[in-house]
């Protein structure tokens, strides 16, 4: 853990609501000089607290399917570990360590469920051996909720969702480039993007914005390590009775208010209603979930919880679109 004072904590928090706010207009909310919020920006940098900036991609609005996987492994060595994981990153979205009933969690996405099988054929082929058990659910939509324990509880403006909308988008080889870049490099400048892309800045600035527009990208905001924060990082599943819409909402805004819920996610063959947590202690944990079975004892019947220790990769590009765009003939259209 590396301690962090109000002023870093600050610049984290206004990092949640915009990673791409100006160091000008950092400055301004924080009350810090230019140079000092520069400072103090890189620090958390260097130190790897903000592993880098990434773009909150809508991607189930593009046409695909968001698939999440639990691992339980057998007979695995740590060197055998290390390799499923490094063959993994280049194949999914965001893939962490677990501790509970299983053992490594994936999430990715795929423009059909018969895609998404033949990437489970070829791990099986390859790794089959050591794969002891898994665990297939569709997410349908992820809340991405501001974390307001960086700073007086503070839950910032409100929660983000990715889902379908009415109208789907397209997106162009252009498009998808910018999309590229901006997976990991969120604060990059218009005119940096623009020089990379070999195209004009005013253009890159309307893609972006029309991107925005359109819901394609719903947001910016910083990768954090939780280690290194000194947060622990949980998985909670619910089994709920008896609920109506109505009640399902209540839940949401729950999670939407409390500082320390980071995501809440809807699935299909997953639980009926899952949160992330982060918190200092199990204490902490045990105290949340506590307050959520008196409030709601009326229609949550069961839950069980897991432990993320270890984060290696997120993003919200499918591969699909980085495999279509990178051959030498592809669509000119993706939706």
Request: with cysteine; glycine share 4%; aromatic share 12%.
């Given at each position: 853990?590396?301690?962090?004072?109000?002023?870093?904590?600050?610049?984290?928090?206004?990092?949640?609501?915009?990673?791409?706010?100006?160091?000008?207009?950092?400055?301004?909310?924080?009350?810090?000089?230019?140079?000092?919020?520069?400072?103090?920006?890189?620090?958390?940098?260097?130190?790897?607290?903000?592993?880098?900036h990434?773009?909150?991609i809508?991607?189930?609005?593009?046409?695909?399917?968001?698939?999440?996987?639990?691992?339980?492994?057998?007979?695995?060595?740590?060197?055998?570990?290390?390799?499923?994981i490094?063959?993994?990153?280049?194949?999914?979205?965001w893939?962490?360590?677990?501790?509970?009933?299983?053992?490594?969690?994936?999430?990715?996405?795929?423009s059909?469920?018969?895609?998404?099988?033949?990437?489970?054929?070829?791990?099986?082929?390859?790794?089959?051996?050591?794969?002891?058990e898994?665990?297939?659910?569709?997410?349908?939509?992820?809340?991405?909720y501001?974390?307001?324990?960086?700073?007086?509880?503070?839950?910032?403006?409100?929660?983000?969702?990715?889902?379908?909308?009415?109208?789907?988008?397209?997106?162009d080889?252009?498009?998808?480039?910018?999309?590229e870049?901006?997976?990991?490099?969120?604060?990059?400048?218009?005119?940096?993007?623009?020089?990379k892309?070999?195209?004009?800045?005013?253009l890159i600035?309307?893609?972006?914005?029309?991107?925005?527009?359109?819901?394609?990208?719903?947001?910016?905001?910083?990768?954090?390590?939780m280690?290194?924060?000194?947060?622990?990082?949980?998985k909670?599943?619910?089994?709920?009775k008896?609920?109506s819409?109505?009640?399902?909402?209540?839940?949401?805004k729950?999670?939407?208010?409390?500082?320390n819920?980071?995501?809440?996610?809807?699935?299909?063959?997953?639980?009926?209603?899952?949160?992330?947590?982060?918190?200092?202690?199990?204490?902490?944990?045990?105290?949340?979930?506590?307050?959520?079975?008196?409030?709601?004892?009326e229609?949550?019947?069961?839950?069980?919880?897991?432990?993320?220790?270890?984060e290696?990769?997120?993003?919200?590009?499918?591969?699909?679109?980085?495999?279509?765009?990178?051959?030498?003939?592809?669509?000119?259209?993706?939706?």
């Amino acid at each position: 853990m590396i301690k962090l004072d109000r002023k870093d904590r600050r610049i984290l928090y206004e990092l949640e609501l915009n990673a791409r706010i100006t160091e000008s207009r950092l400055a301004k909310k924080t009350k810090l000089s230019r140079e000092v919020v520069r400072y103090r920006l890189d620090k958390l940098e260097k130190l790897g607290i903000i592993r880098y900036h990434m773009a909150l991609i809508n991607t189930l609005n593009l046409g695909f399917l968001m698939f999440r996987t639990y691992y339980k492994f057998t007979n695995l060595t740590p060197a055998k570990e290390k390799e499923i994981i490094h063959y993994m990153q280049k194949k999914v979205n965001w893939i962490t360590k677990v501790e509970g009933m299983w053992n490594l969690t994936t999430m990715s996405f795929s423009s059909s469920i018969f895609e998404y099988e033949k990437f489970l054929a070829d791990l099986k082929a390859k790794y089959g051996e050591y794969i002891q058990e898994y665990w297939v659910s569709t997410m349908t939509r992820l809340w991405h909720y501001k974390r307001g324990y960086l700073l007086d509880n503070k839950k910032g403006r409100s929660s983000l969702m990715m889902g379908e909308r009415k109208k789907k988008t397209k997106l162009d080889k252009l498009d998808i480039n910018i999309l590229e870049i901006l997976l990991n490099n969120g604060r990059i400048k218009y005119i940096e993007l623009a020089k990379k892309l070999k195209q004009h800045p005013k253009l890159i600035r309307d893609r972006v914005n029309k991107m925005i527009c359109d819901e394609v990208i719903i947001g910016f905001t910083p990768f954090l390590d939780m280690n290194k924060l000194g947060m622990n990082y949980f998985k909670v599943h619910f089994k709920l009775k008896n609920y109506s819409p109505k009640k399902f909402n209540s839940l949401l805004k729950y999670a939407e208010h409390h500082p320390n819920i980071a995501y809440a996610v809807e699935a299909v063959g997953g639980a009926d209603y899952e949160i992330e947590v982060q918190v200092k202690n199990n204490k902490e944990l045990y105290e949340l979930i506590e307050d959520i079975k008196v409030k709601f004892s009326e229609i949550i019947l069961d839950y069980y919880f897991m432990e993320y220790t270890e984060e290696y990769t997120l993003d919200y590009l499918p591969r699909e679109l980085l495999t279509a765009v990178n051959t030498r003939n592809p669509p000119t259209k993706f939706s």
